[in-house]
């Protein structure tokens, strides 16, 4: 299979089997849809250069398309479209890529803002964040140190927050209640696993996905600004005295 990598500052250059179709033309309406189409035309790319059989050839790949690790400033890469909503540690924006013609969701964090310890938070929000792969969890796709803000790229929720659709429409009838628990009850047994604990779930932090006819939206936790990794054996009573306080309080 000839699949060869090089990379030099501007460009990566690939030897695939077979031509790498270019991406779609944009449109300016940001859907899931859209989204789900474009991905999956890459994936079929991908698929494409693994498969072929054909005689080798050279394919150039501008290297902005692909996740930069902070080498560039944000703004040559993404065009900002609008605020999508402001936290205690930052605003948020929807933002598109100026290649990939994909919507994404922008995280900015403002460095004169922070005290130490908030910076090593924000260090343990992405390294958590980096570490978790799960269909119900915000993926972030890139990170950026810039001089006076911290810029943090995931994937784009278009839904919203679920603590709207409750303010809209609770109480959720028994299968969509059931949908919503078992994405989220899915995604924190996962966290667990990881030895990783949100201590910030809440309606707000909670983002749909797209909106399903059947009601039963997909979603997604993010806002892990406050998890905490947890080593067993140190601290594997946490999540006991976690609940203990939370009962006593109330
Ligand atoms: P908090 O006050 O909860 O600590 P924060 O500063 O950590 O907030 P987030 O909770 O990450 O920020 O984001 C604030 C708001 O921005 C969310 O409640 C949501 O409305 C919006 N938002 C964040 N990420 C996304 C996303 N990926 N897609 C769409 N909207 C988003
Ligand atoms: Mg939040």
Redesign the pocket.
């Known amino acids: 299979m000839g699949v060869v990598c090089t990379s030099s500052n501007k460009q990566k250059q690939i030897k695939v089997n077979e031509v790498i179709k270019t991406e779609p033309k944009p449109t300016e309406k940001p859907s899931s849809k859209e989204n789900n189409e474009i991905d999956n035309k890459k994936n079929n790319n991908i698929s494409n250069v693994s498969t072929g059989d054909s005689k080798q050839m050279t394919v150039a790949i501008d290297s902005n398309v692909l996740v930069s690790k902070g080498a560039l400033n944000p703004d040559d890469i993404y065009i900002r479209q609008k605020l999508?909503?402001?936290?205690?540690?930052?605003a948020?924006y929807?933002v598109k890529h100026k290649d990939l013609h994909k919507y994404y969701?922008m995280?900015i964090i403002l460095k004169k803002k922070k005290s130490k310890a908030e910076e090593e938070a924000l260090m343990n929000e992405i390294n958590i964040l980096k570490k978790l792969d799960h269909p119900n969890i915000?993926k972030i796709t890139d990170f950026y140190s810039l001089k006076t803000e911290y810029n943090i790229i995931?994937?784009?929720?278009?839904e919203?927050?679920l603590f709207n659709e409750i303010r809209a429409y609770a109480p959720f009838c028994e299968p969509i209640a059931g949908y919503y628990m078992k994405q989220i009850l899915t995604a924190v047994c996962y966290c667990h696993g990881m030895n990783v604990i949100h201590r910030?779930l809440k309606p707000?932090?909670i983002?749909i996905v797209k909106r399903a006819k059947s009601g039963c939206h997909p979603i997604k936790i993010?806002?892990f600004?406050t998890a905490k990794v947890f080593s067993k054996g140190k601290n594997e009573n946490l999540l006991m005295k976690v609940f203990a306080k939370n009962f006593s309080e109330k």
């Open positions: 999508l909503g402001k936290g205690a540690y930052g948020v929807l969701a995280k915000l995931t994937e784009y929720c278009q919203g927050e910030d707000e932090n983002l993010i806002d600004g």
